[in-house]
């Protein structure tokens, strides 16, 4: 899967630090609102909050995967999001969280996000995508990176 192929630079979210998930969803769906990317902000906001609510989207190595399904996605979202000083997500291993996998979509691509999903934790288990993330400066940083590791990820595979 090139889950690259998703992500697009205007989704990319940078923030230096957030109390919580609920003030963190709150602001990312604001970006999204202001982008285009979403129209419907309380509700996706309230998806994500109440996902977070049912289990932890912390994975660990200061990553979190927040996915929701929502009918009125008219497309697979990818998106990533970094969160410079960290922020609790109650991960379990009780790391705070500088990057952030999110995936948004309509139940039929379920299929898709489980692909996304065992792709990211082979992200974060076998590169150091979190470290370098902590030292992007810019969307286009961040981007970059993550193109890079993919890029790793699908080498190996080859091999």
Do not use: C
């Not at 990553?63 to 609790?88: C, N, Q, R, T, Y």
């Not at 940083?141 to 993919?150: A, P």
């Amino acid at each position: 899967m090139e889950l690259s192929k998703y992500l697009k630079k205007e989704t990319i979210f940078i923030t230096d630090f957030h109390e919580n998930t609920d003030g963190f969803y709150a602001n990312y769906t604001s970006l999204l609102k202001e982008k285009g990317i979403i129209d419907d902000r309380e509700t996706i906001k309230r998806l994500f909050i109440k996902r977070e609510n049912v289990q932890s989207t912390g994975i660990k190595k200061g990553a979190a995967a927040p996915h929701i399904f929502f009918g009125e996605f008219p497309e697979f979202i990818f998106s990533l999001a970094l969160v410079k000083k960290g922020m609790d997500f109650k991960a379990p291993d009780e790391k705070d969280v500088f990057l952030v996998f999110i995936l948004m979509s309509s139940e039929r691509d379920v299929s898709l996000h489980l692909k996304a999903l065992a792709l990211i934790a082979r992200l974060v288990n076998d590169t150091n995508i979190v470290e370098a993330a902590k030292n992007a400066q810019s969307a286009d940083d961040l981007h970059n990176i993550f193109l890079e590791k993919e890029k790793l990820i699908a080498a190996s595979n080859h091999s």
